[in-house]
């Protein structure tokens, strides 16, 4: 009963959300949904004082709300699935090189660099935060969060080779982040991480290539199951049995589920579609899958817009916050610029395309769900207000202005 009873409160306030701003803001729906659940937890934190009964009961709810779990457990494969099954298999094959070295390599330069910068910081500011835990840091803000890009970059009328750079990379860097968050948060913790070459590549080869070889494989045995009948509703039936099947299988096997996800959902939405679906299944396909991508995702940016209630002493750190957003940026542009410098066979990135990535790679829920993994002595209130901060920039701030840059860069061009 409780479960559903959050469960509850957060579709009705999803759609109440969802109605107001398409009726009054007409923002993109997910930064719509966010900013109104920002302001309203804002006023319930200025309530406090004349309703401290209502504010309490109502941060009671949200923090019921396993927020890791739910994001990474549960609404992460649905919706990268649902992202997938839209992405052409043909355009991410021209654009593979920029993607496997954004999504592997760029990460890796982003996270050290992000945590190098942010111990300088701290340690301007008289705080005393060992390195590692920085480093903890910059792998959980690297990876751009593939909810936050498909969600917003749909809107934003960018050309198709860059779309594919920055959806492909959002859809494949999250294997490289969370394994690299796993092992640099076990160093912070004390634990003795064997971080030999060979290990860490058996790690790799586990994680990231069998949860491609598992979701090609789950989306081939689909298509399969797919063509051998002519009824849309097992169709979609099957899809879903996809994504919530291959979590179990991805638990049992301890390989990475995003990459599962990202996988069939690329084989359900090409070779499937192409070879084993009606004009009919396909149709029936694509709207049951959009209308799972708008619903969770209109409860996910609600979660994050809620979760401001429950960061401690958040307008503390409004220097470090602050401060972060301009490290990430910055680290963003030379993990990208580097790579394109000393890389062979990369391509080239014109001052638009560089400008597009940097500004176009969104933060979002998986930030913040890696940062609440985070242990309480390990600066955990530190570092989540940090991540909150660059966050709510990224999706707001950078989400709303990604299409009027595209414009400026296009009119720039011309002249």
């Not at 701003?21 to 109104?36: E, F, T, V």
């Not at 063509?227 to 096997?253: E, H, P, S």
Request: net charge neutral; charged share 15%; hydrophobic share 55%.
């Amino acid at each position: 009963m409780d479960l559903y009873f959050t469960f509850s409160i957060l579709i009705v306030l999803s759609a109440l959300f969802s109605y107001i701003n398409s009726r009054y803001l007409k923002l993109p729906p997910a930064i719509g949904i966010m900013l109104l659940a920002i302001i309203t937890s804002i006023s319930l934190v200025l309530l406090d004082k004349i309703y401290p009964a209502f504010s309490e009961s109502f941060s009671g709810l949200i923090a019921s709300v396993d927020f890791p779990d739910v994001l990474m457990g549960a609404m992460l494969n649905f919706l990268l699935f649902a992202g997938a099954i839209h992405v052409s298999m043909q355009e991410l094959d021209k654009q593979r090189m920029p993607i496997l070295v954004l999504s592997t390599l760029g990460v890796i330069l982003s996270t050290f660099l992000v945590g190098s910068l942010m111990h300088v910081l701290l340690f301007q500011l008289g705080l005393d935060v060992p390195y590692i835990q920085c480093l903890v840091f910059g792998a959980l803000i690297s990876p751009t969060d593939p909810l936050a890009v498909l969600a917003i970059l749909k809107k934003a009328r960018i050309s198709k080779p860059i779309e594919i750079k920055i959806a492909g990379e959002s859809l494949f860097n999250d294997g490289v982040s969370v394994l690299l968050f796993a092992i640099l948060l076990q160093l912070a913790q004390g634990s003795e991480v064997d971080i030999t070459f060979r290990n860490i590549a058996g790690l790799f080869v586990q994680e990231m290539i069998g949860g491609l070889v598992i979701g090609l494989l789950l989306g081939y045995i689909g298509t399969q199951g797919i063509k051998r009948i002519n009824d849309y509703q097992v169709t979609v039936l099957i899809t879903v049995a996809i994504v919530m099947g291959g979590y179990l299988v991805t638990r049992f096997l301890h390989i990475s589920g995003p990459l599962t996800m990202a996988a069939a959902g690329l084989v359900i939405g090409n070779y499937g579609k192409k070879t084993a679906m009606s004009a009919t299944d396909k149709d029936y396909l694509d709207k049951f899958w959009e209308m799972i991508d708008e619903i969770l995702n209109a409860m996910l940016f609600l979660i994050i817009g809620f979760e401001l209630l429950l960061i401690p002493n958040i307008q503390q750190d409004w220097i470090i916050g602050c401060v972060s957003i301009f490290i990430v940026l910055l680290s963003r542009y030379i993990s990208i610029w580097l790579p394109m410098r000393v890389i062979p066979n990369i391509g080239k990135f014109d001052n638009k395309t560089m400008a597009v990535l940097v500004w176009g790679g969104l933060r979002g829920g998986v930030s913040i769900a890696l940062a609440l993994t985070i242990d309480p002595h390990l600066n955990q209130n530190l570092f989540l207000s940090a991540t909150y901060y660059i966050v709510v920039f990224s999706i707001v701030v950078q989400g709303l202005s990604i299409g009027k840059l595209i414009s400026f860069m296009n009119k720039r061009k011309k002249n």
